[in-house]
């Protein structure tokens, strides 16, 4: 046996992504990081071993504007390049491949961490060191470092370490939480396994193992739905184990798991009622895919309050747009839907106040083990959103070894320098605005060779009629105002006809439903068409915001719809009866606007309109020292249009007045955070690479004789955040960023410009 001791900045237990993004965001602030993990495939539930889909604030595109940014973003749309087949061994090299690139990170796979020292009385205990057992290597090894990361999950590392925990579900009187039980218990979600099939092209036969189910025994044939096209996560409903412990009983669960996996194959090959001749089993889990388990106690506990309120956090870190989504605790075995979701108007914040224990002075977590009750985990559970939390947890504990702080007191006495620090790397965050000093692009004068100032569809847009048959809406930016929408209707009242044409606020500026009126007229529409008709609002808000154009049904009457996307505006449709909710086997709960009014079904198409007066939503300012994300509006300079998708002599400037001397530049080009990715491609889309993104570009700089010279050329870009650090300082008294191709867009578009002299 061999036996070791290593010392880091940073130690991170637990390689699903959670700690794959803390160990990756640590490492590129400097601090060095040992990610410790138990298995032999990182990812967690996400691997190949497990098979989890990767979902996170879209909510399977609910929300709006809604994808992560930061470095589960890179995930998303590495993976959305390498691999559009959903393949889950690729996926595997993606996440693997972003732990790799770092050279301050050292991998330590099929690694248990067993052992935790740690000293100190229970309120104010420190951690010491942590220490693993690596399989088929016989060493143990002893990880000291001045920052750990609970990253596993089911907590054990906190737990070892005396860090305060709760278990199950919490009184409804304890937090107020409509949700929650009269009396407090130990129900937990289940576990479940996955399995997947193909179609082998000629019979194949399925003899069941001696531990199949027999489903007849069971209420699933009554209470669940089984169809031979779905694979993998439609199955997520094969869940048991909410009433016992989902880690001590883990064997047990796994077992009557498998069991009933084999009983749903057999009853779907050798029932009689399944056109499944040519099926086959593909791939099962033999890994339980856990729920929750422990939840660690921090100086702020996240509940349903919070979620559906959508608090707005000042220590906001990260962001999360799943329902709140809780399973009964018989799980597959239950009577009633396998699930109860109710999700807030837009996305909701999570602060850092709940990434850190309350008593353990040096101990982070992220993940499901987050300071939340088991009603608000229903909705940060899911793991894009346990990914930003991630990132927000390794760059605090990299801030805190460095500044020689603790995660308290950098969220109370250092929190501009974390919230800073998230945008800076493009993490996951809303509402936050670059206020950082050391941003010298925040002190120059911004230009552009042209700046898109047209809201609207192109003259030449080839558009079909869409019948008036339910209300529908645009979702537009009033920057600076909204004096009036033009619309391409017709109509077969012979006579013609009247249009209700309202203008809503959205309430929050990260939203995207109407919330508070604001005015309502009536629209004539001549007989026949297409006519462009105009309703006039003369809304001037104080600050620039978005706002809902909403078009009442008109039996007769049709808008013109054009497949094609408006840069900053989105087309919504409002739920009719028969449509289908956003999972077919849960009923959905009344007077949620986000899933009354949907952008789904209209992604990438636009009702055609015009927008008056000029907007000043892409003007060249707004890619220095604001958002980094649409919020009350598109945040980012959009060129004019290209033509044939032709962007030369397109540029962003930023100029000072004396000469800046530079060590980085960094540049976030647009992805199109509202375009729905999926790591297993549970929605698959089409592009392999965002139509939005800049492809090759320049950086220019000019010299003291007054002429442009090349600093760096990028070409194949497939990347929203881009660093370009110089060897030597580069003086100058001007920056441009000269834009030579997109991936397909009209426009060229730039996020942000960040200008650093070190």
Same mark, same amino acid.
């Given at each position: 046996?061999?036996?070791?001791?290593?010392?880091?900045?940073?130690?991170?237990?637990?390689?699903?992504?959670?700690?794959?993004?803390?160990?990756?965001?640590?490492?590129?602030?400097?601090?060095?990081?040992?990610?410790?993990?138990?298995?032999?495939?990182?990812?967690?539930?996400?691997?190949?071993? &497990?098979?989890? !889909?990767?979902? @996170? %604030?879209?909510?399977?595109? =609910?929300? *709006?504007? #809604?994808?992560?940014?930061?470095?589960? $973003?890179?995930?998303?749309?590495?993976?959305?390049?390498?691999?559009?087949?959903?393949?889950?061994?690729?996926?595997?090299?993606?996440?693997?491949?972003?732990?790799?690139?770092?050279?301050?990170?050292?991998?330590?796979?099929?690694?248990?961490?067993?052992?935790?020292?740690?000293?100190?009385?229970?309120?104010?205990?420190?951690?010491?060191? &942590?220490?693993? !057992?690596?399989? @088929? %290597?016989?060493?143990?090894? =002893?990880? *000291?470092? #001045?920052?750990?990361?609970?990253?596993? $999950?089911?907590?054990?590392?906190?737990?070892?370490?005396?860090?305060?925990?709760?278990?199950?579900?919490?009184?409804?009187?304890?937090?107020?939480?409509?949700?929650?039980?009269?009396?407090?218990?130990?129900?937990?979600?289940?576990?479940?396994?996955?399995?997947?099939?193909?179609?082998?092209?000629?019979?194949?036969?399925?003899?069941?193992?001696?531990?199949?189910?027999?489903?007849?025994?069971?209420?699933?044939?009554?209470? *669940?739905?089984?169809?031979?096209?779905?694979?993998?996560?439609?199955?997520?409903?094969?869940?048991?184990?909410?009433?016992?412990?989902?880690?001590?009983?883990?064997?047990?669960?796994?077992?009557?798991?498998?069991?009933?996996?084999?009983?749903?194959?057999?009853?779907?090959?050798?029932?009689?009622?399944?056109?499944?001749?040519?099926?086959?089993?593909?791939?099962?889990?033999?890994?339980?895919?856990?729920?929750?388990?422990?939840?660690?106690?921090?100086?702020?506990?996240?509940?349903?309050?919070?979620?559906?309120?959508?608090?707005?956090?000042?220590?906001?870190?990260?962001?999360?747009?799943?329902?709140?989504?809780?399973?009964?605790?018989?799980?597959?075995?239950?009577?009633?839907?396998?699930?109860?979701?109710?999700?807030?108007?837009?996305?909701?914040?999570?602060?850092?106040?709940?990434?850190?224990?309350?008593?353990?002075?040096?101990?982070?977590?992220?993940?499901?083990?987050?300071?939340?009750?088991?009603?608000?985990?229903?909705?940060?559970?899911?793991?894009?959103?346990?990914?930003?939390?991630?990132?927000?947890?390794?760059?605090?504990?990299?801030?805190?070894?460095?500044?020689?702080?603790?995660?308290?007191?950098?969220?109370?006495?250092?929190?501009?320098?974390?919230?800073?620090?998230?945008?800076?790397?493009?993490?996951?965050?809303?509402?936050?605005?670059?206020?950082?000093?050391?941003?010298?692009?925040?002190?120059?004068?911004?230009?552009?060779?042209?700046?898109?100032?047209?809201?609207?569809?192109?003259?030449?847009?080839?558009?079909?009629?869409?019948?008036?048959?339910?209300?529908?809406?645009?979702?537009?930016?009033?920057?600076?105002?909204?004096?009036?929408?033009?619309?391409?209707?017709?109509?077969?009242?012979?006579?013609?006809?009247?249009?209700?044409?309202?203008?809503?606020?959205?309430?929050?500026?990260?939203?995207?439903?109407?919330?508070?009126?604001?005015?309502?007229?009536?629209?004539?529409?001549?007989?026949?068409?297409?006519?462009?008709?105009?309703?006039?609002?003369?809304?001037?808000?104080?600050?620039?915001?978005?706002?809902?154009?909403?078009?009442?049904?008109?039996?007769?009457?049709?808008?013109?719809?054009?497949?094609?996307?408006?840069?900053?505006?989105?087309?919504?449709?409002?739920?009719?009866?028969?449509?289908?909710?956003?999972?077919?086997?849960?009923?959905?709960?009344?007077?949620?606007?986000?899933?009354?009014?949907?952008?789904?079904?209209?992604?990438?198409?636009?009702?055609?309109?015009?927008?008056?007066?000029?907007?000043?939503?892409?003007?060249?300012?707004?890619?220095?020292?604001?958002?980094?994300?649409?919020?009350?509006?598109?945040?980012?300079?959009?060129?004019?249009?290209?033509?044939?998708?032709?962007?030369?002599?397109?540029?962003?400037?930023?100029?000072?007045?004396?000469?800046?001397?530079?060590?980085?530049?960094?540049?976030?080009?647009?992805?199109?955070?509202?375009?729905?990715?999926?790591?297993?491609?549970?929605?698959?889309?089409?592009?392999?690479?965002?139509?939005?993104?800049?492809?090759?570009?320049?950086?220019?700089?000019?010299?003291?004789?007054?002429?442009?010279?090349?600093?760096?050329?990028?070409?194949?870009?497939?990347?929203?955040?881009?660093?370009?650090?110089?060897?030597?300082?580069?003086?100058?008294?001007?920056?441009?960023?000269?834009?030579?191709?997109?991936?397909?867009?009209?426009?060229?578009?730039?996020?942000?410009?960040?200008?650093?002299?070190?």
């Amino acid at each position: 046996m061999l036996a070791e001791e290593r010392t880091y900045d940073i130690v991170v237990v637990g390689g699903g992504l959670a700690g794959v993004c803390a160990a990756v965001a640590a490492a590129r602030l400097g601090s060095s990081v040992a990610l410790v993990h138990n298995r032999p495939v990182l990812g967690g539930n996400s691997s190949s071993e &497990v098979r989890v !889909w990767v979902c @996170g %604030a879209t909510a399977h595109g =609910v929300h *709006r504007y #809604a994808r992560e940014t930061g470095i589960m $973003g890179e995930l998303y749309t590495e993976n959305q390049y390498r691999n559009p087949e959903g393949n889950p061994h690729y996926w595997d090299q993606v996440v693997l491949d972003a732990v790799l690139a770092e050279p301050l990170v050292d991998l330590f796979l099929n690694t248990d961490v067993r052992q935790v020292a740690a000293d100190g009385p229970q309120d104010a205990r420190t951690v010491r060191s &942590v220490t693993g !057992w690596t399989m @088929g %290597a016989e060493r143990t090894t =002893v990880f *000291r470092a #001045a920052q750990f990361l609970d990253c596993t $999950g089911d907590g054990l590392v906190g737990h070892l370490a005396g860090a305060r925990y709760r278990i199950g579900r919490e009184a409804r009187s304890q937090y107020g939480e409509s949700w929650a039980p009269e009396v407090a218990d130990e129900a937990l979600l289940g576990s479940t396994i996955l399995f997947s099939t193909k179609d082998a092209g000629r019979p194949v036969k399925f003899v069941p193992p001696s531990y199949a189910k027999d489903l007849s025994t069971t209420p699933i044939l009554r209470n *669940r739905v089984l169809r031979t096209g779905d694979n993998g996560c439609d199955y997520w409903w094969i869940e048991w184990g909410g009433e016992l412990d989902t880690v001590h009983d883990n064997e047990r669960i796994r077992d009557e798991l498998q069991s009933v996996v084999m009983g749903v194959w057999d009853h779907i090959k050798n029932s009689g009622e399944f056109d499944a001749d040519h099926l086959t089993l593909e791939w099962v889990g033999s890994l339980p895919g856990k729920r929750e388990y422990r939840r660690f106690v921090g100086d702020h506990t996240l509940t349903q309050q919070d979620i559906l309120g959508q608090r707005q956090f000042d220590d906001r870190i990260a962001f999360g747009g799943w329902s709140v989504d809780l399973h009964p605790v018989q799980g597959m075995y239950a009577d009633e839907p396998g699930a109860r979701q109710r999700y807030a108007d837009g996305v909701f914040h999570i602060p850092l106040r709940s990434l850190y224990s309350a008593n353990v002075g040096n101990l982070l977590f992220a993940g499901r083990n987050i300071s939340a009750t088991h009603i608000a985990f229903g909705a940060t559970r899911v793991m894009a959103t346990c990914a930003t939390l991630g990132e927000a947890a390794g760059t605090a504990a990299s801030l805190c070894a460095t500044h020689r702080l603790t995660p308290r007191q950098l969220a109370h006495e250092r929190l501009e320098l974390m919230a800073q620090t998230l945008l800076r790397q493009d993490a996951s965050v809303i509402g936050v605005k670059n206020t950082d000093d050391a941003d010298l692009a925040r002190t120059a004068r911004v230009t552009a060779s042209s700046a898109q100032d047209v809201l609207g569809t192109p003259p030449d847009a080839d558009a079909e009629p869409y019948p008036l048959t339910r209300d529908v809406a645009l979702l537009l930016p009033a920057d600076p105002a909204l004096d009036a929408v033009e619309l391409l209707a017709r109509t077969e009242e012979p006579g013609g006809t009247e249009l209700t044409v309202e203008l809503w606020g959205t309430g929050l500026p990260e939203n995207g439903v109407p919330a508070d009126h604001l005015a309502t007229t009536t629209v004539p529409v001549p007989p026949g068409g297409p006519h462009w008709v105009r309703a006039r609002f003369g809304h001037r808000p104080e600050r620039p915001q978005n706002v809902v154009v909403v078009v009442r049904a008109r039996p007769g009457t049709a808008l013109h719809l054009w497949d094609g996307r408006v840069d900053g505006a989105l087309s919504l449709r409002r739920r009719a009866e028969g449509d289908a909710a956003v999972d077919h086997d849960i009923p959905e709960e009344e007077g949620q606007s986000v899933l009354e009014w949907s952008a789904r079904e209209l992604r990438r198409r636009s009702f055609c309109f015009r927008a008056e007066p000029a907007t000043a939503a892409f003007a060249p300012d707004k890619a220095v020292g604001g958002y980094q994300r649409p919020y009350g509006g598109p945040q980012m300079w959009s060129s004019a249009a290209l033509g044939d998708a032709d962007p030369t002599g397109e540029w962003l400037q930023l100029e000072w007045d004396e000469p800046a001397e530079l060590r980085t530049v960094q540049v976030v080009f647009d992805d199109d955070v509202d375009e729905y990715l999926n790591n297993l491609h549970r929605h698959r889309t089409p592009f392999e690479v965002m139509p939005e993104l800049v492809r090759d570009y320049r950086l220019l700089a000019r010299g003291e004789d007054g002429q442009w010279q090349t600093v760096q050329t990028v070409r194949g870009n497939r990347r929203r955040h881009r660093v370009h650090r110089f060897a030597q300082p580069l003086r100058t008294g001007a920056l441009r960023i000269a834009v030579d191709g997109v991936h397909g867009a009209r426009h060229a578009h730039v996020v942000a410009v960040r200008a650093y002299p070190r």
